[in-house]
Nanobody, 123 residues
Framework: QVQLVESGGGLVQTGGSLRLSCVVS????????MSWFRQAPGKERDFVAAISRSAAVTHYADSLKGRFTISRDNAKNAVYLQINSLKPEDTGVYYC????????????????WGQGTQVTVSS
């Protein structure tokens, strides 16, 4: 059984930073592209970033380039999302996902999801 467990969310002030983590078990992690999505209250789940199996290639939502950095550590079966200069509109639940490719921005393309971690940015 594949499990993805996110952590690192919390309440942070505007301008702050967070590093989200996701640990994967039950699957050969190094064979999977990995993605982060987020879902704001009352809105659809949106693609944030993705990283290739070897970490050689990354892909970001156009509107988020510059403040978000995705990385992975295959030895730890972990993928990370560094978020800097946080804004209130970054508030939402952030989900880790095992993706078929790094160019899989639609939630329907994702086979495995974590339970999500809440990020709240206060103004």
């Amino acid at each position: 059984q594949v499990q993805l467990v996110e952590s690192g969310g919390g309440l942070v002030q505007t301008g702050g930073s967070l590093r989200l983590s996701c640990v994967v078990s039950g699957r050969t992690f190094s064979n999977s592209a990995m993605s982060w999505f987020r879902q704001a209250p009352g809105k659809e789940r949106d693609f944030v970033a993705a990283i290739s199996r070897s970490a050689a290639v990354t892909h970001y939502a156009d509107s988020l380039k510059g403040r978000f950095t995705i990385s992975r550590d295959n030895a730890k079966n972990a993928v990370y999302l560094q978020i800097n200069s946080l804004k209130p509109e970054d508030t939402g639940v952030y989900y880790c996902a095992a993706a078929p490719t790094i160019y899989s921005p639609r939630p329907v393309q994702i086979g495995y999801w974590g339970q999500g971690t809440q990020v709240t940015v206060s103004s």
